[in-house]
């Protein structure tokens, strides 16, 4: 089978190598595509969001599958792309269709399946311009810290929490009135804070049956203690020591079973993976947000903990034929440190050579932010490089990271060095 990843992350990394341990992969192509990528499959320069030459790609080389990476492609209707294409309804999609990629593509969509579904969420209510007013009064009647999360996509940096009334006030107005985040901000959610630990929560559908893949537990934060500003992840830990099985009972059964019912019953076909960002509140899961694909950089653990063969996975997917599969999972923990350009997730520069990849052993290494530039890897993100490895528990997998995350080296290199310190 030829198939073709969409992305450039660590996480499509983490896919191509996966998938090229299958024995029914034949060829494999990945667009855009990384340093890492380049190795293993072959590597096409075109955007996540081109489909007319996603098309002609696909047509060209006998593209019989396509895994979708990143969540911009399937809020932008790639799916429905396929499947309204009389030379590509054939070719199997991987991600949701438009309407339920609207899940991640808009906070109020999302809250509102949940209410209509009786997932347990935090309560909520949603602004724009037009009732700004009316957002500050609300705010009035809310204990702080106050959640702030713009409507749409905004690269993971549209949530702010503020302790004080008068700032999230003024937030709240540059968010809306002042276009902080663009059209994400067109509309705000404003909802009340949850106190409790998070942990993310993957699933995967075949719009009839699912699979629970495993748990993981990542850090945003730039900083240690998880203080700083957000990124698009400093690291992750898989499983989640504290989901014990009662727990994850109740998450299967009050978050998990109703979400893919609710689906259904909307009728919003889902074939792919569901990230559902998770609070423990006391013993109870409540969710925060639903991604419509798999997290970066939780896949880096994710994906390395499942023992089956993920083409097969894949095509049960595509056939919905997933309730077939009998899902093998590693018992061990996997850990994962990304490694960051300096001045991240602020401004950076790009092109840093990295040296060390080759000396690292007893770990993964999964490129994110590189290139390949006059047969150097440089660094070509925010997010370079991530590097996973096995233990019998976080500690230990995180020691073994940590060990040869010293050993590469590029030019103002940052990474977390507290990972787990909340576990």
Known sequence: MNILILGSGGRE????????????????????????????????????????????????????LVMVGPEDPLVNGIHDFFLGDQELKNVAVIGPEKLAATLEGSKEFAKEFMMRHEIPT??????????????????????????????????????????????????????????????????VVIEEFLDGIELSVFVLTDGDSYKVLPTAKDYKRIGEGDTG????????????????????????????????????????????????????????????????????????????????????????????????????LDDRTATTVMTVSGGYPGSYEKGKEITGIDSITESLVFHAGTTLKDGKVVTNGGRVMAITSFGTDFKSALAQSYKNVEKLSFEGMNYRKDLGFDL
């Open 13 to 64: 990394h983490t896919f191509a190598w996966k998938l090229a341990q299958s024995n029914k992969l034949s060829k494999l192509f990945v667009a855009p595509g990384n340093a890492g990528t380049e190795k293993i499959a072959t590597n096409i320069p075109i955007g996540v969001n081109d489909f007319e030459a996603i098309k002609k790609l696909v047509l060209k080389e006998n593209i019989q």
């Open 122 to 187: 935090a309560q909520y209510k949603s602004f724009t311009a037009d009732t700004v007013e009316d957002g500050f009064k609300f705010l009035e009647e809310l204990n702080p810290p106050f959640v702030l999360k713009a409507d749409g996509l905004a690269a993971g940096k549209g949530v702010v929490i503020l302790n004080d009334l008068n700032e999230a006030k003024v937030e709240l107005k540059s968010m809306l009135v002042d276009e902080k985040f663009g059209a994400a901000s067109a509309t």
């Open 229 to 328: 500003l957000n990124t698009g992840g400093m690291g992750a830990i898989s499983p989640v020591p504290f989901a014990s099985k009662d727990f994850m009972d109740k998450i299967e059964q009050r978050i998990v079973k109703p979400t893919v019912e609710g689906l259904k019953k909307d009728k919003m076909p889902y074939k792919g993976f569901i990230f559902i960002g998770l609070i423990k509140v006391g013993d109870d899961p409540k969710v925060i947000e639903y991604n419509v694909r798999m997290g970066d950089p939780e896949t880096e653990v994710v994906l390395p903990r499942i023992q089956n063969d993920l083409v097969e996975l894949l095509q049960a997917v595509a056939d919905q034929k997933l309730s077939e599969i009998d899902l093998q």
